[in-house]
T-cell receptor, first 113, second 114 residues
Framework: AQSVSQHNHHVILSEAASLELGCNYS??????LFWYVQYPGQHLQLLLK??????LVKGIKGFEAEFIKSKFSFNLRKPSVQWSDTAEYFC???????????FGTGTRLLVSP | DARVTQTPRDKVTEMGQEVTMRCQPI?????VFWYRQTMMQGLELLAY????????DSGMPKDRFSAEMPDATLATLKIQPSEPRDSAVYFC????????????FGEGSWLTVV
């Protein structure tokens, strides 16, 4: 069965600091990978996704993620965070057989001004 | 913009009452998911439909929860009888086989059972 691990449950950063959130998945086949963001009191919104091709994926709001197949990882990065990036970030994986989307437990990011 | 629509947005109900949550997937999407989010458990998949057929409801308590898709434009999640531990945010999401594997979330139904 698929599973997703997000090792950082809470991250606190100052504005302009760089961000990297870890995500590892377990599934032997071909997968699609996603990062969703949930701002306080809101629903989940797609940040970026990887299906195939260039393993470095750029998303909205300056976020990017790198798929490293050998490490089963899909870490999220942003060079310089802003206060408005305060949110919870979820990594998710779905196999290409259109099966269910499995989420990690989320990482709560707090950016202090 | 096309979006997943959920009703009600907020619901407060008494223990033992029936609760029905509705979801209108994005037009043309053929996959629908119900997720529950709580502080303790995070995001849990309750049910998953593809072309209106239930594919996976292993995460759903069968004794009190039921999920259906009466037609392609409506998915329902029913709790009967409701209990305080059902208090959570319930998200519906939809996707399309032809649109790749991306799914889009509704704004959620915030349920409180007292």
């Amino acid at each position: 069965a698929q599973s997703v691990s997000q090792h950082n449950h809470h991250v606190i950063l100052s504005e302009a600091a760089s961000l990297e959130l870890g995500c590892n998945y377990s599934y032997g086949g071909t997968v699609n990978l996603f990062w969703y963001v949930q701002y306080p009191g809101q629903h989940l919104q797609l940040l970026l996704k990887y299906f195939s091709g260039d393993p470095l994926v750029k998303g909205i709001k300056g976020f990017e993620a790198e798929f490293i197949k050998s490490k089963f990882s899909f870490n999220l990065r942003k060079p310089s965070v802003q206060w408005s990036d305060t949110a919870e970030y979820f990594c998710a994986v779905r196999n290409t057989g259109f099966q269910k989307l499995v989420f990690g437990t989320g990482t709560r990011l707090l950016v202090s001004p | 913009d096309a979006r997943v629509t959920q009703t009600p947005r907020d619901k407060v109900t008494e223990m033992g009452q029936e609760v029905t949550m509705r979801c209108q997937p994005i037009l043309g999407h053929n996959t629908v998911f119900w997720y529950r989010q709580t502080m303790m458990q995070g995001l849990e998949l309750l049910a998953y439909f593809r072309n209106r057929a239930p594919l996976d409801d292993s995460g759903m308590p069968k004794d009190r929860f039921s999920a259906e898709m009466p037609d392609a434009t409506l998915a329902t999640l029913k709790i009967q009888p409701s209990e305080p531990r059902d208090s959570a945010v319930y998200f519906c999401a939809s996707g399309s086989d032809s649109g790749g594997n991306t799914i889009y979330f509704g704004e959620g139904s915030w349920l409180t059972v007292v």
